[in-house]
């Protein structure tokens, strides 16, 4: 949206009329819109009535900084705070439409500073003012693939099976570099970065401020190891494990094939009693299920769980082979072995088919 307005700065209008839809139901679009104007900067270089545009931008942001919701607030206070910096010079010679303005921004914005200053707001207000899109990033100098398809998904948290290395491009017969949009950054500054803590939150209403200290964390992609898992979910479930002298074993039950939450509640209380390893869901979401929750009992408090959706299983296994775990599944075929019969290998993965279809074909080849 920056790029847009840099090169096409006949559609701030547009932009400015964004602020007037309305934004109740989801906070993402504002804060969207506010991050812009963060960047506000870069793209006033192009307007031709700087100063309409600068005092438009002063009074849009004034709103939103007195919003209901805790995270809009700080997104405003931020893009005030950005954006009068490039206002103030000509507050202070005088120019027409800013003097009367000068004293109410200065006065918000050193109270927000004074109640920022201590407490988990303080901590938020440090957080999104480091985060590396309002830092380090420029939105010119730092257009490129490399950006896009790699920089920002690393920095964001996200699986780094979906980041793309701008080698892969160069190994595209079909791609051809645009002076336009290069293929790597020409500056090394977001490279050195490491990924923020902070996540904007986009779930309603926050009663408290201070649920913002429960910043939201990337779950580790199932492709490292059980015992490579960050605490959340390997050392946190084990303490509270030990604590009860509860162990776990080295079985690892795979359930991404099974869709009801009923069967994954039943099932995830009957893995912590037996002290597996860990359940694999094909969506973490099931946990929130009030009928998972209803047969579970709080076991998924103890046990670890893992996130493999069935279109990335056949991975998942090849892995977990890789890893020296034996892959059985429960299955009755013609080559079957009973149960009770069975001796389990000491590290062993237990995939289990569907409630309906049991296991498909091209999972159990992997078997």
């Not at 809009?72 to 490039?86: M, N």
């Not at 030990?242 to 039950?253: E, I, N, S, T």
Request: with cysteine.
């Amino acid at each position: 949206m920056i790029l847009i307005l840099v090169q096409y700065p006949q559609h701030m209008d547009s932009f400015w009329t964004c602020f007037s839809m309305d934004h109740e139901k989801t906070k993402t679009s504002s804060c969207t819109f506010l991050s812009v104007l963060v960047h506000f900067n870069v793209i006033i270089s192009n307007l031709k009535d700087e100063a309409v545009q600068l005092r438009t931008a002063l009074d849009i942001i004034l709103q939103w900084c007195f919003n209901h919701n805790f995270s809009v607030r700080l997104y405003a206070l931020l893009a005030l705070k950005r954006v009068w910096s490039l206002a103030e010079v000509r507050a202070e010679e005088g120019a027409e439409g800013f003097g009367g303005l000068s004293t109410v921004i200065k006065a918000c914005l050193n109270q927000a500073e004074a109640m920022q200053s201590t407490g988990n707001a303080n901590k938020n207000w440090i957080r999104i003012q480091e985060h590396f899109f309002f830092g380090a990033f420029h939105p010119i100098r730092d257009y490129s693939v490399e950006t896009i398809f790699y920089t920002f998904p690393s920095l964001s948290e996200l699986a780094d099976d979906e980041w793309i290395p701008p080698w892969k491009f160069e190994k595209l017969s079909c791609f051809s570099e645009s002076p336009s949009f290069p293929l790597r950054n020409p500056a090394p500054d977001l490279n050195q970065l490491q990924p923020g803590d902070w996540i904007q939150q986009d779930k309603g209403e926050q009663s408290k401020e201070d649920r913002w200290t429960e910043v939201q964390k990337k779950i580790t992609p199932w492709r490292l190891g059980i015992n490579e898992q960050e605490p959340e979910l390997q050392l946190v479930p084990q303490q509270r494990a030990a604590r009860l002298g509860k162990l776990h074993g080295a079985l690892l039950v795979v359930a991404s094939l099974i869709d009801k939450p009923t069967n994954l509640g039943g099932l995830c209380r009957t893995c912590e009693i037996f002290g597996a390893s860990a359940l694999v869901l094909d969506s973490l979401r099931h946990v929130g299920d009030k009928s998972f929750q209803s047969l579970s009992v709080s076991s998924e408090l103890w046990l670890p769980l893992l996130e493999v959706k069935p279109m990335e299983l056949t991975d998942f296994l090849q892995v977990k082979k890789s890893e020296g775990y034996c892959i059985v599944g429960v299955e009755q075929t013609a080559n079957s072995q009973s149960l009770q019969d069975y001796k389990f290998p000491e590290k062993t993965l237990l995939l289990l088919g569907n409630e309906r279809e049991g296991i498909p074909c091209q999972f159990a080849a992997n078997v």
